[in-house]
Every structure is written in structure tokens, then in C-alpha cells.
């Protein structure tokens, strides 16, 4: 469960256990996916991944991003970047830590 953009909790269509996640994800999809770590920038497979198609998901397989709106010589931030999801695809949440106000995209 999460919250959503309007600050009501949902609930996601695939719900399983802890042990379940881990036994789907890498250990680091895990953290970034269910621990909401983030992985160190630049380590990104995807950031060298331009061939046209959708971003799936790792956790679900819901389709998120179209590589139409990959930005082609990266944005600079040292993750992959996209200037639109697919409609509905993603939520977003409030990240206040490191003294910063920014936008979670989950």
C-alpha cells in the first residue's frame, strides 16, 4: 500500500509477501521496489537502452514509459529519464529527506 496523489492509501493489483518479492526480484530490485532505495546513479542498465518499446515495470510488468519519450542523450541526472509516462502508469509521492522537497515516481 502507498499513498497516491491525492493523499488516499491504495492498493496496488499485485499484493504478495515479503518472501514472494524476494523471491521474484534481485536483491536490488527489491530495495529500490519495495525498500524505496534508490540505486547509485550511472549503474542504470537502461541508461544505455535506446531500441524503440515499452519500460515494464520489474516488480508487476505494467507497462510505464514509451522509449519515444526517452530523453536520447540522457538528462544528466545519472538515471534514466523520460519527459512522459504512459497515462495512468505511475503515482507519485512527497520525498522530504536529505533537507530537499522532490517528487517520487513509483
Known amino acids: 500500500m502507498t499513498s497516491g496523489t491525492d493523499g488516499n492509501e491504495r492498493r496496488f493489483e ?26 547509485f546513479a550511472g549503474t542504470s542498465p537502461l541508461l544505455d537502452e535506446h531500441r524503440g518499446g515499452t519500460y515494464l515495470c520489474a516488480g508487476c510488468g505494467q507497462p510505464l514509459f514509451s522509449s519515444e519519450t526517452k530523453y536520447a542523450y540522457e538528462s544528466g541526472t545519472g538515471w534514466p529519464s523520460f519527459s512522459a509516462t504512459l497515462h495512468g502508469s505511475v503515482g507519485t509521492s512527497v520525498d522530504r529527506t536529505f533537507l530537499m522537497v522532490r517528487t517520487e515516481i513509483h
Open 14 to 39: 499485485v499484493a504478495m509477501t515479503e518472501a514472494e518479492w524476494k523471491a521474484r526480484l534481485t536483491p536490488l530490485q527489491f530495495s529500490v521496489l519495495r525498500r524505496h532505495d534508490t540505486e
